[in-house]
Structure formats: C-alpha cells, structure tokens
C-alpha cells in the first residue's frame, strides 16, 4: 500500500511540474550536490508469500545529487546513491539512482520540504546468493521531510528524515528449486549541501 501511494503521488506530481514552472517568475536554475546519512534498516525474508525472518543493520548512506529547481517551492533531482550495511558481522553495499520530487512551502529563508520518488537499484556482490551471475535488483520508493536552509546566495543546507522501501527480484535458491523474495526498508536522518548556479 505504501509503494502505491508513493507511486501515484510521485506521477501526479510530475504531472503538476509544467505548471509550477509557468505559474513562477522566479528563474529555472540547476544545482549539485552531496548528502550524507545514517539510519538503521531491516532485509524481510518471504517464502511462498510468509514471512520467514528479519535482518537488522544499521547503515551509512551518500549520494551526489544533480537537481532543477522550477521555483522555490518546486525541484526535480537526481541522485547516484551509495549505501554501507553492517549485517551482523558482515558488510554488504547496496548502489543505485534515485528520481525525487521536493515541495517545500513557507517564504521564509528556512523552508520545510516533503520529498517523494522512486529508485533503481543493485544489491552488490549477491550473485553467488541466487541462480545466475547477476546481482539482485530492485525497485525503490522513498519519501521524507526536512528543512532547507541557506548558508549564502549559492550555498544551501538540507536536513532531512527520509524512509526507503525497496522491493527485489524474486530469488531461485542455489541449494534448491525454491523462490524467494526479500524486501528492505530504511529509515535514516541525512545531511548535505548544494550549490545552486
């Protein structure tokens, strides 16, 4: 239910873009940028539909962002982001690319923001885990909240609270002929900068 959500709110959204780039007088500008975050996490095994067990770990996320800003109040961004697991005493890497939408209100210098969008991404070194060389995909849907705050006219802090769901391919065991599916959440507070041109 929640992916859904977060999917027909992300299109309906896009769908709004034109408009809040008409509507503004305000100049289209582009940004870059990098955030850092930390948070804890959760693998959810299923087999034939029931939960079998529950990891936990705890993580460190980065990403590098390219991002359009329509009006103060409306942004598109793209982020190449990379994510440090600590499985018990294993560590496992997850990388992929994120598609957000940012709304923030207010007309204050500190504005609130509500982000939502959806993400592509590989759960590293798991070919070994499943039949096949390639390793698992999957398909992400975030949404958070948080604040940006200018540091000068072309410097810009964000701090925020994000939640990620992502949702993998199904898995054909490599001891056997069983299918299994594996969906990871994350929930993490995340910091970072850009530079606005």
């Known amino acids: 239910m929640f992916s859904v959500v977060c999917r027909w709110s992300l299109i309906f959204a896009a769908g709004l873009l ?3 780039a008409v509507a503004s007088d305000d100049p289209v500008r582009l940004y870059l940028g990098m955030s850092w975050g930390t948070g804890d996490g959760s693998h959810d095994w299923e087999y034939s539909n029931q939960k079998i067990s529950t990891t936990h770990y705890d993580q460190d996320i980065k990403d590098f962002k390219l991002g359009i800003m329509f009006s103060p109040a409306v942004r598109l961004e793209f982020a190449r982001t990379q994510v440090d697991m600590d499985v018990d005493t294993s560590r496992n890497d997850l990388s992929g690319m ?3 939408l940012f709304f923030s209100v207010g007309n204050k210098p500190v504005r609130p923001y509500l982000t939502v969008g959806l993400g592509s991404y590989d759960y590293d070194d798991t070919a070994s885990l499943v039949a096949g060389d390639d ?7 975030n949404i958070g909240v948080g604040i940006f705050a200018p540091l000068s006219e072309h410097v810009e802090l964000d701090i925020g609270y994000q939640e990620k769901r992502i949702e993998w391919q199904e898995m054909e065991s490599v001891t056997n002929d069983e299918r299994l599916n594996v969906s990871t959440r994350m929930n993490y507070f995340n910091t970072g900068l850009r530079i606005i041109f």
């Open 18 to 20: 034109p408009l809040a």
């Open 98 to 100: 994120d598609l957000n």
């Open 135 to 141: 390793d698992l995909s999957g398909t992400a849907v």
